[in-house]
Protein backbone atom coordinates (compact mmCIF):
# COMPACT_ATOMS: atom_id res chain seq x y z
CA UNK A 1 0.00 0.00 0.00
CA UNK A 2 1.45 3.11 -0.89
CA UNK A 3 1.70 5.75 2.50
CA UNK A 4 -0.50 8.78 2.56
CA UNK A 5 0.75 12.16 2.79
CA UNK A 6 -0.88 15.52 3.26
CA UNK A 7 0.73 18.30 1.87
CA UNK A 8 0.20 21.95 3.18
CA UNK A 9 1.76 24.84 0.51
CA UNK A 10 0.18 28.38 0.23
CA UNK A 11 2.16 28.67 -2.90
CA UNK A 12 0.10 27.53 -5.44
CA UNK A 13 3.34 26.68 -8.04
CA UNK A 14 5.43 25.11 -5.13
CA UNK A 15 2.57 22.82 -3.98
CA UNK A 16 1.23 21.83 -7.74
CA UNK A 17 5.27 20.47 -8.58
CA UNK A 18 5.47 19.05 -5.09
CA UNK A 19 2.06 17.11 -5.51
CA UNK A 20 3.41 15.75 -8.71
CA UNK A 21 6.80 14.56 -7.40
CA UNK A 22 5.46 12.67 -4.59
CA UNK A 23 2.93 11.41 -6.57
CA UNK A 24 5.38 10.36 -9.04
CA UNK A 25 7.59 8.68 -5.90
CA UNK A 26 4.77 6.39 -5.12
CA UNK A 27 2.77 8.45 -2.42
CA UNK A 28 -0.94 9.33 -2.04
CA UNK A 29 -1.09 12.84 -1.83
CA UNK A 30 -3.71 14.76 -0.67
CA UNK A 31 -3.08 18.90 -1.34
CA UNK A 32 -4.31 21.76 0.82
CA UNK A 33 -3.01 25.89 0.28
CA UNK A 34 -3.50 26.46 4.23
CA UNK A 35 -3.40 25.53 8.05
CA UNK A 36 -7.09 25.31 8.42
CA UNK A 37 -7.34 22.87 5.84
CA UNK A 38 -4.53 21.25 6.92
CA UNK A 39 -6.24 20.41 10.13
CA UNK A 40 -9.40 19.23 8.97
CA UNK A 41 -8.13 17.04 6.37
CA UNK A 42 -5.86 15.07 9.02
CA UNK A 43 -8.89 15.21 11.20
CA UNK A 44 -10.90 13.63 8.52
CA UNK A 45 -8.44 10.64 7.44
CA UNK A 46 -4.94 10.44 9.18
CA UNK A 47 -2.28 10.57 6.88
CA UNK A 48 0.99 8.61 7.38
CA UNK A 49 3.07 11.63 7.26
CA UNK A 50 2.81 15.45 7.02
CA UNK A 51 4.88 18.08 4.91
CA UNK A 52 3.87 21.02 6.23
CA UNK A 53 5.20 25.30 4.67
CA UNK A 54 5.98 27.13 7.40
CA UNK A 55 5.02 30.30 6.34
CA UNK A 56 0.97 29.95 5.73
CA UNK A 57 -1.64 32.71 6.06
CA UNK A 58 -3.77 32.52 8.83
CA UNK A 59 -3.30 29.61 10.76
CA UNK A 60 0.51 28.58 9.99
CA UNK A 61 2.47 25.10 9.59
CA UNK A 62 3.72 25.75 13.67
CA UNK A 63 0.59 26.40 14.81
CA UNK A 64 -0.61 23.12 12.78
CA UNK A 65 1.91 20.98 14.64
CA UNK A 66 1.47 22.40 18.28
CA UNK A 67 -2.52 21.64 17.45
CA UNK A 68 -1.82 17.99 16.31
CA UNK A 69 0.56 17.09 18.98
CA UNK A 70 -1.16 19.18 21.68
CA UNK A 71 -4.27 16.59 20.79
CA UNK A 72 -1.78 13.32 20.77
CA UNK A 73 -1.00 13.27 17.19
CA UNK A 74 2.32 12.23 16.58
CA UNK A 75 2.19 11.59 12.91
CA UNK A 76 5.70 12.33 11.43
CA UNK A 77 6.13 16.22 10.58
CA UNK A 78 8.39 17.49 7.66
CA UNK A 79 8.68 21.56 7.73
CA UNK A 80 9.41 23.13 4.52
CA UNK A 81 10.85 26.92 5.69
CA UNK A 82 12.34 29.78 3.82
CA UNK A 83 13.87 30.72 7.61
CA UNK A 84 17.33 29.49 8.19
CA UNK A 85 18.38 31.22 11.39
CA UNK A 86 18.82 28.37 14.07
CA UNK A 87 15.90 29.90 16.61
CA UNK A 88 13.82 29.59 13.68
CA UNK A 89 14.63 25.52 13.17
CA UNK A 90 14.53 25.50 17.26
CA UNK A 91 10.77 26.72 16.80
CA UNK A 92 9.72 24.27 14.34
CA UNK A 93 11.30 21.47 16.68
CA UNK A 94 10.04 22.70 19.49
CA UNK A 95 6.34 23.19 17.79
CA UNK A 96 6.99 19.45 17.67
CA UNK A 97 8.01 18.79 14.07
CA UNK A 98 10.56 15.89 13.28
CA UNK A 99 12.46 16.91 10.47
CA UNK A 100 12.68 20.50 8.13
CA UNK A 101 13.92 21.21 4.41
CA UNK A 102 15.28 24.95 3.46
CA UNK A 103 13.64 26.34 1.19
CA UNK A 104 14.70 26.21 -2.27
CA UNK A 105 15.03 22.80 -1.73
CA UNK A 106 16.25 19.51 -3.91
CA UNK A 107 12.80 17.24 -4.03
CA UNK A 108 15.36 14.59 -4.01
CA UNK A 109 16.16 15.73 -0.38
CA UNK A 110 12.52 15.82 0.37
CA UNK A 111 12.19 12.25 -0.74
CA UNK A 112 15.17 10.84 1.41
CA UNK A 113 14.01 13.21 4.31
CA UNK A 114 10.46 11.36 4.15
CA UNK A 115 11.92 7.88 3.80
CA UNK A 116 13.92 8.36 7.04
CA UNK A 117 11.05 9.65 8.84
CA UNK A 118 8.88 6.68 7.78
CA UNK A 119 11.72 4.29 8.52
CA UNK A 120 11.60 5.34 11.96
CA UNK A 121 7.44 4.86 12.46
CA UNK A 122 7.42 1.70 10.89
CA UNK A 123 6.50 -1.24 13.00
CA UNK A 124 8.76 -3.82 13.89
CA UNK A 125 8.79 -7.13 12.03
CA UNK A 126 6.96 -9.72 13.82
CA UNK A 127 9.63 -11.59 16.32
CA UNK A 128 10.40 -15.28 15.51
CA UNK A 129 8.89 -17.58 17.75
CA UNK A 130 10.94 -18.49 20.74
CA UNK A 131 11.48 -22.21 21.96
CA UNK A 132 10.40 -22.98 25.00
CA UNK A 133 13.10 -23.06 27.70
CA UNK A 134 14.73 -26.53 29.18
CA UNK A 135 12.99 -27.94 31.98
CA UNK A 136 14.60 -26.27 35.32
CA UNK A 137 15.96 -22.99 33.40
CA UNK A 138 14.49 -19.12 32.92
CA UNK A 139 14.34 -17.24 30.16
CA UNK A 140 16.55 -13.95 30.74
CA UNK A 141 13.85 -10.76 30.95
CA UNK A 142 15.68 -7.91 30.06
CA UNK A 143 15.62 -4.99 31.97
CA UNK A 144 12.74 -2.32 32.03
CA UNK A 145 14.93 1.11 32.05
CA UNK A 146 18.13 2.59 30.40
CA UNK A 147 20.20 4.58 32.75
CA UNK A 148 23.49 6.28 33.01
CA UNK A 149 24.77 9.76 34.11
CA UNK A 150 22.08 10.12 36.36
CA UNK A 151 19.38 10.03 33.21
CA UNK A 152 17.08 7.01 33.20
CA UNK A 153 14.70 6.25 30.74
CA UNK A 154 11.78 3.83 30.01
CA UNK A 155 11.77 3.03 26.38
CA UNK A 156 8.42 1.02 26.23
CA UNK A 157 6.50 4.14 27.53
CA UNK A 158 8.70 6.47 25.90
CA UNK A 159 9.38 8.57 29.57
CA UNK A 160 12.77 9.82 30.76
CA UNK A 161 13.75 11.93 33.92
CA UNK A 162 17.00 13.17 35.02
CA UNK A 163 16.92 12.33 39.07
CA UNK A 164 13.32 12.73 40.13
CA UNK A 165 12.24 15.20 37.49
CA UNK A 166 10.50 14.11 33.99
CA UNK A 167 11.68 15.04 30.58
CA UNK A 168 8.93 16.20 28.59
CA UNK A 169 10.75 15.23 24.80
CA UNK A 170 9.89 15.03 21.08
CA UNK A 171 10.32 11.64 19.73
CA UNK A 172 13.19 12.63 18.18
CA UNK A 173 14.48 14.38 21.06
CA UNK A 174 14.03 10.37 23.08
CA UNK A 175 15.80 8.75 20.35
CA UNK A 176 18.61 10.67 20.47
CA UNK A 177 18.70 10.86 24.17
CA UNK A 178 18.30 6.79 23.89
CA UNK A 179 21.15 6.66 21.45
CA UNK A 180 23.39 8.87 23.82
CA UNK A 181 22.43 7.13 27.12
CA UNK A 182 23.14 3.03 25.45
CA UNK A 183 26.58 4.07 24.70
CA UNK A 184 27.18 6.76 27.59
CA UNK A 185 31.14 7.12 27.85
CA UNK A 186 31.76 6.61 23.97
CA UNK A 187 32.13 9.36 21.67
CA UNK A 188 29.60 8.98 18.83
CA UNK A 189 30.56 10.63 15.66
CA UNK A 190 28.69 12.89 13.00
CA UNK A 191 27.59 9.83 10.49
CA UNK A 192 26.65 7.27 13.47
CA UNK A 193 24.46 9.37 15.12
CA UNK A 194 22.38 10.30 11.37
CA UNK A 195 22.74 6.69 10.33
CA UNK A 196 20.68 5.75 13.57
CA UNK A 197 18.82 8.39 14.30
CA UNK A 198 17.19 9.46 10.46
CA UNK A 199 18.41 6.79 8.28
CA UNK A 200 20.36 9.71 6.74
CA UNK A 201 23.62 11.17 6.68
CA UNK A 202 22.78 15.37 6.13
CA UNK A 203 26.46 15.87 5.31
CA UNK A 204 29.11 17.82 6.93
CA UNK A 205 27.11 21.29 5.76
CA UNK A 206 23.81 20.23 7.90
CA UNK A 207 23.02 21.87 11.32
CA UNK A 208 20.19 19.54 11.87
CA UNK A 209 22.26 17.62 14.94
CA UNK A 210 23.38 20.17 16.06
CA UNK A 211 19.96 22.14 16.80
CA UNK A 212 18.60 19.17 17.86
CA UNK A 213 21.01 18.67 20.68
CA UNK A 214 21.52 21.64 21.79
CA UNK A 215 17.41 22.06 22.20
CA UNK A 216 17.94 18.28 24.09
CA UNK A 217 20.55 20.33 26.50
CA UNK A 218 18.22 22.59 27.50
CA UNK A 219 15.93 20.04 28.71
CA UNK A 220 18.14 18.12 30.87
CA UNK A 221 20.95 20.92 32.20
CA UNK A 222 20.11 21.83 35.22
CA UNK A 223 21.39 24.71 37.62
CA UNK A 224 24.95 23.86 39.50
CA UNK A 225 24.56 20.32 37.96
CA UNK A 226 26.91 19.12 35.45
CA UNK A 227 26.60 19.21 31.64
CA UNK A 228 25.72 15.54 30.72
CA UNK A 229 26.45 16.19 27.02
CA UNK A 230 29.63 16.93 25.56
CA UNK A 231 30.82 17.97 22.27
CA UNK A 232 34.19 16.17 21.21
CA UNK A 233 35.08 19.09 18.72
CA UNK A 234 35.11 17.53 14.75
CA UNK A 235 34.16 14.17 16.08
CA UNK A 236 30.76 14.17 17.23
CA UNK A 237 29.32 13.81 21.28
CA UNK A 238 29.18 11.90 23.84
CA UNK A 239 27.14 11.28 27.35
CA UNK A 240 28.99 11.70 30.13
CA UNK A 241 29.08 13.42 34.06
CA UNK A 242 31.55 15.86 33.97
Not at 109 to 129: K, Q, T, Y
Not at 195 to 201: L, N
Request: hydrophobic fraction near 45%.
Amino acid sequence: MPHTLLLAEDDRAIRNALERALTLEGYRVTAVADGVEALAQAHRSRPDVLVLDVMMPGIDGLQVCRVLRAEGDRTPVLMLTALVETADRIAGLDAGADDYVVKPFDVEEVFARLRALLRRVAPAPAPEPVPEPVAETRPEIPGRFVEAAGLRMDPQARRAWRGGRELELTRTEFELLELLIRHAGIVLDHSTIYDRIWGYDFGPGSKNLAVYVGYLRRKLDEPGAPQLIHTVRGVGYVLREG
